[in-house]
C-alpha cells in the first residue's frame, strides 16, 4: 500500500466564530450572563453547523494521489462522510423546530433547562402568567365567537347570488382576521398590489396550517390541500360548505391526476377565486424552502408567489406533525406571546416557453426564499416521512467507480 | 427551573474522556436525541432518518461501526444493540483532528486508534484478522455501483491488494504458503510512514463565540 498522499489540509484546529451576526448590534460576551441585541431576523445569517465540510468534491479527495486505482484509503473518505452526516446534515433539521440565538422565555423553546440566574426565573414565572392566565381566555372566547360567526355564514338564502358570494366572501375574511386574532397573530403585508387575482395560482412556502388563516384574512383563496382528520378536519369540512376546496389523499396517486386536472379547470374560469398551493407539500420550520413540486407549475396560468416568515422570538409556529397533534399545536400557539409574520406579495411569474417545469419551479422558489430570507434547498420535503431514493445512492457508487476503474476497464495498476 | 439535564461533573467527565468541548458535547447532545426521537438511546433504525448517509457505498459498514462493542471500549465483542450517548461521544471522537499541544506518545495512540477503527470497519467476523474474503466485500460494496464493473473485476483488485498486503508485512513467500490475513500489527505496518490524520478526522467546530460585531 505505498502511496504518495498529497497533504491535503493543514492540521490545525481552527476556531471559528460558530454563528455569523448581522452587522448592527451584535454583542455576545463570555461568561454567565450572554445578552445580545438582534437585527430583523431578515439581516440575519442561519447559525453555522458544528461540523465544517470540506470544499472538495469526490474526485478531487480521492483521486489526488492517482487516478484509476483503488486505495485502502478510500474508505477512510466515505467513513468520514459517514460520520459528518451522523454529526449533522441539512435535511432532518428541517423537520423540527429552529434553534433560537437566545430564549424567548417559552419553556417549550429551551430544551436544557438550566438555572441561569434567579432574575430571569422571576422573569420567566411572570411570563407565564401571563400567557396562561391572561392571554388564553382572551384568545379562546375570541375563538368561540369566531366559530359561531363561522357556522351562520349561510344564512340568508334570500339574496341574490352575487350579493351572496361577496357577503360570503366579505365574512371568511372577517372570520380569518378574527382567527389570526385568536392566536395572538400580528401580521404586516407587504405589496398588496401584487395581490393574486381570480384565475392565478398563488404558491407559498409552508410552515404551519396558520399560512393558510393569515392569508386568508386579506383574500380569498379557493384551498387545495391534504385531507386531515381530527380537529384540523372537521374546520376543513365545514370551510367546504361555503367555498369549493379541493381536499386529496397525499399517497393517492390517482388523487394527484384528479387535482392537476380540477386545478386545470379552476383557473380557466377567471371569475373564481384564486387557487392557494403549498408546493413544498408539507411543513417545514421556516428556515428554509425545501424543492418546489412541479404538479402546479405544470398546468399553465399565472404564478403569484408569496413569502411569509415568521419571527421565531415571539413563538414557534412550525407544526411538527410527527411530533404534535393539531390539538397541542394549537394550545402551543395560544400559550405563547405572539404570532408575527412577514408577509410578502411577489410580482406574478409565468413560465417561459422554453422553460421546463422542474427549472419554472426552482426559479419560483429562489425568488419567495431570497425575499424571506431563508436558505434555498434542493432536497424534497416528503423526505420526512419517506427514506432517500435507491437511485441517489447508486449515483455515487457510480461516480466512485467511475474514478477508481477509469473508463471502466480494470487495469493493470489498479492497486496502489 | 429545571435541573440542570447533565451535571457539570459528569460533562467534564465526558469531555476529558472524548476531547470535545463541553458546548459541543450540548450540541451533539441535541443531534443525539434528534436522531433518537427523545429517547435515552439509538437503534440501528434510527440512522435511516439521515438522507445524507443513504449516499454512501459503505452505509452499512458505518453504522455497524456505531454499534461495535470493539469500537465501544468495551472489553466485550460483538454487536450492541442500543447505544446510549456516552457511546455516541465515544465513536465521534474517532473522528476528531489531532490538536496542536499533543505530544509523540498521545499522538501515537491517537492514530493508532484511528487505525483501528479502520481495521475494525474491515474485520466483520470480530476475529482480529482481515481475510481475503473481508477485504473483497468492502472493495465489492464501495465498487457495487457500476454496472459495467463484474464481480469478478472487483475481486481481482481486492485480490491485488492482498497480495500487496502480504508482501509488505510477511515479504516473499514461498509458493505453498497462505496468507490468512492482514493482522492489526501487519495493519499498522501497512500504514506506516503514511498520513492518515488528514483523511480521517471531521473538522468539529468549536461552538464558543468570541466574535464581536458592532
Redesign the interface.
Known amino acids: 500500500?505505498?502511496?504518495n498522499?498529497r497533504?491535503?489540509?493543514h492540521?490545525?484546529?481552527?476556531?471559528?466564530?460558530?454563528?455569523?451576526?448581522c452587522?448592527?448590534?451584535?454583542?455576545?460576551?463570555?461568561g454567565s450572563e450572554k445578552k445580545y441585541q438582534r437585527k430583523m431576523f431578515e439581516d440575519s445569517f442561519p447559525p453555522?453547523?458544528?461540523?465544517?465540510?470540506?470544499e472538495a468534491s469526490m474526485e478531487e479527495a480521492i483521486a489526488g494521489h492517482c487516478q484509476g486505482c483503488?486505495n485502502?484509503?478510500?474508505?477512510?473518505?466515505?467513513?468520514?462522510?459517514?460520520?459528518?452526516?451522523?454529526?449533522?446534515?441539512?435535511?432532518?433539521?428541517r423537520f423540527?423546530s429552529e434553534?433560537l440565538v437566545s430564549w424567548n422565555l417559552l419553556s417549550r423553546t429551551n430544551?436544557?433547562?438550566?438555572?441561569v440566574s434567579w432574575q430571569l426565573?422571576i422573569v420567566?414565572v411572570v411570563g407565564i402568567l401571563i400567557r396562561y392566565c391572561l392571554l388564553v381566555p382572551f384568545r379562546v372566547y375570541i375563538t368561540l365567537f369566531c366559530e359561531q360567526l363561522h357556522r351562520n355564514e349561510n344564512v340568508c338564502m334570500s339574496i341574490s347570488y352575487r350579493i351572496k358570494c361577496w357577503l360570503s366572501n366579505q365574512v371568511q375574511m372577517i372570520c380569518a382576521t378574527l382567527g389570526v386574532r385568536c392566536v395572538g397573530g400580528l401580521v404586516h403585508f407587504h405589496n398588496r398590489e401584487n395581490k393574486p387575482r381570480g384565475g392565478g395560482i398563488c404558491v407559498a412556502n409552508h410552515t404551519s396550517p396558520l399560512d393558510v388563516l393569515i392569508l386568508a384574512s386579506d383574500g380569498c383563496y379557493s384551498l387545495v390541500g391534504q385531507a386531515h382528520g381530527g380537529l384540523l378536519g372537521l374546520i376543513q369540512k365545514s370551510c367546504m360548505q361555503t367555498s369549493q376546496h379541493v381536499l386529496f389523499e397525499r399517497s393517492e396517486m390517482k388523487d394527484r391526476h384528479l387535482v392537476r386536472k380540477k386545478i386545470r379547470e379552476h383557473i380557466a374560469d377567471k371569475a373564481k377565486l384564486p387557487i392557494l398551493i403549498f408546493p413544498e407539500g408539507t411543513c417545514i420550520n421556516n428556515t428554509s424552502v425545501m424543492m418546489f413540486k412541479k404538479g402546479s407549475f405544470e398546468v399553465g396560468g399565472t404564478i403569484h408567489p408569496v413569502a411569509i416568515k415568521y419571527d421565531p422570538r415571539f413563538a414557534d409556529a412550525f407544526w411538527n406533525s410527527t411530533k404534535y397533534s393539531m390539538m397541542t399545536y394549537a394550545f402551543n400557539v395560544m400559550t405563547s406571546w405572539a404570532i408575527v409574520c412577514n408577509v410578502w406579495y411577489l410580482p406574478p411569474m409565468i413560465k417561459e416557453e422554453e422553460e421546463d417545469a422542474v427549472h419554472f419551479a426552482n426559479r419560483v422558489k429562489a425568488v419567495i426564499a431570497a425575499r424571506g430570507g431563508m436558505s434555498v434547498l434542493p432536497?424534497d420535503g416528503g423526505?420526512k416521512r419517506k427514506?432517500?431514493k435507491e437511485s441517489?445512492?447508486?449515483?455515487?457508487?457510480?461516480?466512485?467507480?467511475?474514478i477508481?476503474?477509469e473508463n471502466?476497464s480494470?487495469g493493470n495498476r489498479?492497486?496502489c | 427551573?429545571?435541573?440542570?439535564?447533565s451535571v457539570p461533573a459528569e460533562m467534564r467527565e465526558l469531555a476529558d474522556r472524548t476531547g470535545f468541548t463541553s458546548e459541543?458535547i450540548?450540541?451533539?447532545?441535541?443531534?443525539f436525541?434528534?436522531?433518537s426521537q427523545d429517547q435515552l438511546t439509538i437503534r440501528k433504525e434510527n440512522?435511516?432518518?439521515?438522507?445524507?448517509?443513504?449516499?454512501?457505498?459503505?452505509?452499512g459498514?458505518?453504522v455497524h461501526?456505531?454499534f461495535d462493542k470493539r469500537n465501544l471500549r468495551q472489553e466485550s465483542d460483538g454487536l450492541a444493540d442500543e447505544i446510549n450517548f456516552e457511546d455516541f461521544l465515544t465513536?465521534?471522537s474517532y473522528?476528531r483532528?489531532?490538536?496542536?499541544n499533543m505530544d509523540e506518545e498521545q499522538l501515537d495512540r491517537f492514530r493508532k486508534e484511528k487505525l483501528k477503527f479502520?481495521f475494525h470497519?474491515?474485520d466483520s467476523d470480530h476475529d482480529g484478522k482481515i481475510t481475503l474474503q473481508e477485504y473483497r466485500n468492502?472493495?465489492e460494496e464501495?465498487?457495487?455501483?457500476?454496472p459495467?464493473?463484474e464481480k469478478e473485476?472487483a475481486r481481482?483488485?481486492a485480490d491485488?491488494?492482498m497480495m500487496?498486503?502480504a508482501s509488505?508485512c510477511v515479504g516473499q513467500m514461498g509458493p505453498d504458503q497462505v496468507y490468512e490475513g492482514i493482522t492489526f500489527e501487519d495493519f499498522l505496518k501497512?500504514?506506516q510512514g503514511?498520513?492518515?490524520?488528514?483523511?480521517?478526522?471531521?473538522?468539529?467546530?468549536?461552538?464558543?463565540?468570541?466574535?464581536?460585531?458592532?
Open positions: 500500500m505505498r502511496c498522499f497533504d491535503m489540509e492540521e490545525c484546529v481552527v476556531i471559528l466564530p460558530a454563528q455569523h451576526y452587522e448592527k448590534g451584535c454583542v455576545r460576551r463570555e453555522a453547523g458544528i461540523v465544517q465540510r470540506e483503488f485502502l484509503a478510500d474508505v477512510m473518505y466515505f467513513s468520514k462522510k459517514g460520520c459528518e452526516a451522523v454529526a449533522e446534515d441539512e435535511v432532518t433539521q423540527s434553534e430544551a436544557d433547562l438550566h438555572h426565573t420567566w432536497w423526505l427514506k432517500v441517489f445512492k447508486e449515483e455515487q457508487q457510480k461516480k466512485y467507480c467511475q477508481v476503474t471502466g480494470v489498479n492497486v | 427551573m429545571g435541573s440542570a439535564h459541543q450540548e450540541h451533539l447532545h441535541r443531534r436525541k434528534q436522531l440512522f435511516d432518518s439521515i438522507p445524507d448517509l443513504e449516499f454512501n457505498p459503505i452505509r459498514k458505518i461501526a456505531f465513536i465521534m473522528f483532528p489531532i490538536e496542536m479502520l470497519m474491515y468492502v472493495v464501495l465498487l457495487s455501483g457500476n459495467h464493473l473485476s481481482s483488485i491485488g491488494a500487496e498486503a509488505i501497512m500504514w503514511i498520513d492518515i490524520e488528514t483523511k480521517m478526522h471531521v473538522r468539529f467546530l468549536n461552538m464558543e463565540t468570541i466574535a464581536h460585531c458592532y
